[in-house]
T-cell receptor, first 114, second 114 residues
Framework: AQSVAQPEDQVNVAEGNPLTVKCTYS??????LFWYVQYPNRGLQFLLK??????LVKGSYGFEAEFNKSQTSFHLKKPSALVSDSALYFC????????????FGQGTTLQVKP | DAGVIQSPRHEVTEMGQEVTLRCKPI?????LFWYRQTMMRGLELLIY????????DSGMPEDRFSAKMPNASFSTLKIQPSEPRDSAVYFC????????????FGDGTRLSIL
């Protein structure tokens, strides 16, 4: 069965420190991987995606993600966290040739403290 | 460009009433998705359309829920009769046909059934 796991319900970091939000997946083939962010009372916003090529992808707001095929992981990272980064983060995966359906993780709340 | 537009943003109604949620996807997108988000169950895919045709409705909770897409620029999700357990935030999302393109979400409809 296809699945996405975000092992941490919440991640707490201090402003200015690096942050990592973890994601692992179980999907056959070479999936497409996505990160979304959700602020309160808003819809999910696309941050970045991995399709192929360089394992480190850069996205919006200074975020980046590292794809590791052997570990089937796609961790979200940022070198220096901001208080405004506090939000709910979702990892998602789509199997190639799938008809558009995304499989989402359960979400990780990021709390950045001043 | 206008994003995905959902209406209403908030809906409060009494149990047993019919509820209709509306969505206007991004122009040119040929996939449309309806999701439901709750604290208990997280983000759930209810149904999705491709070129106005329902592709997968396996996530629709029960027969009280129905969705239509009469044309490329409009979709509705209807609940009849509504129940308190239907209270949630309902999101609509759209994407282009290329499988590596992200989904774009509206800001949701917060539904409360009393």
């Amino acid at each position: 069965a296809q699945s996405v796991a975000q092992p941490e319900d919440q991640v707490n970091v201090a402003e200015g420190n690096p942050l990592t939000v973890k994601c692992t997946y179980s999907v056959s083939g070479n999936p497409y991987l996505f990160w979304y962010v959700q602020y309160p009372n808003r819809g999910l916003q696309f941050l970045l995606k991995y399709i192929t090529g360089d394992n480190l992808v850069k996205g919006s707001y200074g975020f980046e993600a590292e794809f590791n095929k052997s570990q089937t992981s796609f961790h979200l990272k940022k070198p220096s966290a901001l208080v405004s980064d506090s939000a709910l983060y979702f990892c998602a995966v789509r199997r190639p040739s799938n008809t558009g359906k995304l499989i989402f993780g359960q979400g990780t709340t990021l709390q950045v403290k001043p | 460009d206008a994003g995905v537009i959902q209406s209403p943003r908030h809906e409060v109604t009494e149990m047993g009433q019919e509820v209709t949620l509306r969505c206007k996807p991004i122009s040119g997108h040929d996939y449309l998705f309806w999701y439901r988000q709750t604290m208990m169950r997280g983000l759930e895919l209810l149904i999705y359309f491709n070129n106005n045709v329902p592709i997968d409705d396996s996530g629709m909770p029960e027969d009280r829920f129905s969705a239509k897409m009469p044309n490329a620029s409009f979709s509705t999700l209807k609940i009849q009769p509504s129940e308190p357990r239907d209270s949630a935030v309902y999101f609509c999302a759209s994407s282009s046909g290329q499988e590596f393109q992200p989904q774009h979400f509206g800001d949701g409809t917060r539904l409360s059934i009393l």
